[in-house]
């Protein structure tokens, strides 16, 4: 069955320092993979995707991830953390099932950033 | 800029009251999905719509809720009775859905608190 899995649950940082979250999916054919962020009293916003072609992804805010199918992993990435970037995110797969496309989530990493 | 409109944005209630939440997708799409956040199951896919027919509930407890999307620009998510364990933050999302897209834009969320 198809599944993400997000290994950490909370991750804090230093303003300016690098950022990966870490992202795990399990799925038989070429997937369709999500980021997206949370922030406080947000609803989800779509910080990238990958459909197919190159396996760097670019995203907004200054976000990128990349595709590994070897270890079946797309872990977010960012340079240099900003406070603003303070917020919880979601790694997802797009599946069809049921007769319909559908995002299967992952529990999602909470990211703290200290000043 | 096109986004998901919900309403309301907070609801508080008593056992036993009908609550209804109302969602606007983004137009031009012809999907709507119904989640349900809490801290102790993440993300729960409740209902999934397509062209306004109700295509997938099975998330969804048949008791007490009920979805309908009357017309193309408004989706209803409806709880009655509704139990403290109701307690939650809901959200709409849209999409296209069809062929390979599965991206989904999601509204700001109904926080729905039940005494």
């Known amino acids: 069955a198809q599944s993400v899995t997000q290994p950490d649950i909370h991750i804090t940082v230093s303003e300016g320092a690098s950022l990966e979250l870490r992202c795990n999916y399990s799925y038989g054919a070429t997937p369709y993979l999500f980021w997206y962020v949370q922030s406080p009293g947000q609803g989800l916003q779509l910080l990238l995707k990958y459909f197919s072609g190159d396996t760097l992804v670019q995203g907004i805010k200054g976000f990128e991830a990349e595709f590994k199918r070897s270890q079946s992993s797309f872990n977010l990435r960012k340079p240099s953390v900003h406070w603003s970037d303070a917020a919880e995110y979601f790694c997802?797969?797009?599946?069809?099932?049921?007769?319909?496309?559908?995002?299967?989530f992952g529990a999602g990493t909470r990211l703290a950033v200290h000043p | 800029d096109a986004r998901v409109t919900q309403t309301p944005r907070h609801k508080v209630t008593e056992m036993g009251q009908e609550v209804t939440m109302r969602c606007q997708p983004i137009?031009?799409?012809?999907?709507v999905f119904w989640y349900r956040q809490t801290m102790m199951q993440g993300l729960e896919l409740l209902a999934y719509?397509?062209?306004?027919?109700?295509?997938?509930d099975s998330g969804m407890p048949k008791d007490r809720f009920s979805a309908e999307m009357p017309d193309a620009t408004l989706a209803t998510l409806k709880i009655q009775p509704s139990e403290p364990r109701d307690s939650a933050v809901y959200f709409c999302?849209?999409?296209?859905?069809?062929?390979?897209?599965?991206?989904?834009?999601f509204g700001p969320g109904t926080r729905l608190t039940v005494t």
């Open positions: 137009l031009g799409h012809n999907t």
């Open positions: 997802a797969v797009g599946t069809f099932m049921s007769g319909y496309n559908k995002l299967i």
């Open positions: 719509f397509r062209n306004r027919a109700p295509l997938d």
């Open positions: 999302a849209s999409g296209r859905g069809q062929g390979t897209s599965y991206e989904q834009y």
